[in-house]
């Protein structure tokens, strides 16, 4: 989980909401990292898990992730379930919760879906307080006016 919250880190850089990923191989070796890029790339699909996800299938020259970790700071998305889904990775590493739009098991359970093709284990709360800090001292700098966004002037964590 260190190596996801430096990544998560790294995207404050770019105002991006930190969220960092990294994909473990079978043997526990990271074979990819990824963090949010939305607002660098402008791309609504560079959350974190995609980026990892992508680069773990560049690095292994095939998308099907079988016997893999995904590590992430925060609970993935519907999107980012799905492609966990899709990709095959056998077990999830979360850091916090995500109340408002999480798919592993607060809002929805996609990944745990008996009707799916594929099944995730999910291990949650790991270093959960410091992966929800990160998030929350980045959207109260935001409530407060502390940095107006574009400026990459948030406190790195």
Do not use: Y
């Amino acid at each position: 989980m260190d190596a996801a919250l430096a990544e998560a880190a790294e995207a404050l850089g770019t105002d991006d909401v930190p969220v960092g990923a990294l994909v473990l191989d079978e043997t526990g070796r990271t074979i990819a990292v990824g963090r949010n890029e939305r607002e660098a790339c402008g791309d609504p699909t560079a959350h974190a898990e995609v980026q990892a996800l992508r680069a773990a299938a560049a690095a292994r020259g095939e998308w099907r992730l079988a016997g893999c970790t995904l590590v992430v700071t925060l609970e993935p998305c519907v999107m980012c379930a799905g492609a966990l889904l899709l990709a095959r990775v056998s077990r999830l590493v979360l850091g916090t919760w995500d109340p408002k739009a999480g798919a592993t098991g607060s809002v929805w359970d996609l990944v745990r879906d008996r009707r799916a093709n594929h099944e995730v284990e999910v291990i949650a709360g790991v270093r959960e307080e410091q992966c929800g800090a990160l998030l929350r001292d980045f959207f109260e700098s935001r409530r407060s006016g502390r940095d107006a966004p574009g400026t990459g002037a948030v406190a790195r964590g």
